[in-house]
């Protein structure tokens, strides 16, 4: 995310030259040699969510009833695993499932949510995907991680959210229904703030919760309303929090950085 609309060399000589870990992540656009070049990489590193991009665009959704989107999600999670076990990375995160299939241009924007669909139904077929991609978990010795969703109002219709694990307590909910060591939560601060302020939960509440799931965090600010990505600050909400999770992998998503920003938002959490 910092280093969006540059090159992958471009970031991985940055984070060479300043010892940084680089999460190869969903804004990636699409290129022949991708696995090739992080493979490549001598730098502690990891993949997420949709690296390495297709050729041919999709939306990962481990909930879809579309049976060709639902088995290539969980492909390209199995890849994920592979990909992070090949670098030692602790785990490989994807994004929760959801109950509507958008087009990829769709993300970020209004989904399409005025459609009929059964919410339990998908929430099986999600744990189905789960359950299959544990097994290669398993195999690797590689944790899979879900990261909870961004729960906007303008996705809302008629009170009803599409959206898998955007609160505390569906996240406890999978956690419960899939009991595997290898499974956990990549925690999205910035996703948990807007949810919250959409679903009217307690961020304080929410956290007792999913302490004893949190495997890894993202960490970017927001107004409340959408997840821009934005530069943490001092007050940043999380902070009161942090210590609890030190033990942990903590990735910096704050979009559109340069190297001297970099250095004082990471700066932010050593004070």
């Known amino acids: 995310m910092a280093f969006r609309g540059k090159s992958i060399e471009t970031a991985i000589q ?15 656009p699409h290129r022949a040699d991708m696995v090739a070049v992080y493979e490549a990489c001598d730098l502690e590193r990891m993949p997420h969510n949709y690296f390495p991009a297709p050729a041919v665009p999709f939306v990962l959704n481990l909930a879809s009833k579309n049976p060709d989107i639902h088995r290539t999600s969980i492909e390209h999670c199995r ?6 076990a090949q670098a030692n990375a602790l785990f490989y995160a994807a994004h929760a499932g959801f109950c509507i299939d958008p087009n990829p241009d769709e993300l970020g924007k209004q989904l399409p949510v005025n459609v009929p669909y059964q919410r339990e139904e998908h929430w099986q077929l999600f744990l189905q995907s789960i359950k299959e991609i544990l097994k290669t978990a398993d195999e690797l010795q590689t944790d899979f991680l879900i990261e909870n969703n961004v729960v906007a109002a303008m996705n809302i219709h008629e009170n009803k959210n599409p959206l898998f694990c955007g609160d505390a307590l569906e996240m406890a909910r999978l956690m419960t229904d899939i009991q595997h060591p290898r ?4 925690l999205d601060t910035a996703h948990l703030k807007v949810s919250s ?8 509440k929410a956290m007792q919760t999913l302490r004893p799931h949190i495997k890894g965090i993202h960490h970017s600010d927001n107004d409340g309303l959408l997840d821009t990505n934005e530069k943490i600050t001092s007050d940043y909400w999380f902070f ?3 210590n609890n999770y030190r033990e942990l992998v903590h990735v910096l998503e704050v979009k559109d950085l340069n190297a001297d920003e970099i250095r004082q938002q990471l700066s932010l959490f050593s004070d």
């Open 79 to 84: 890849l994920g695993l592979r990909l992070s």
């Open 240 to 242: 009161d929090y942090l």
């Open 197 to 204: 302020n959409t679903l009217d939960f307690n961020l304080n």
């Open 183 to 186: 499974l956990g939560i990549l």
């Open 14 to 28: 940055t984070c060479t030259a300043n010892d940084w870990a680089l999460e190869f992540s969903s804004g990636m």
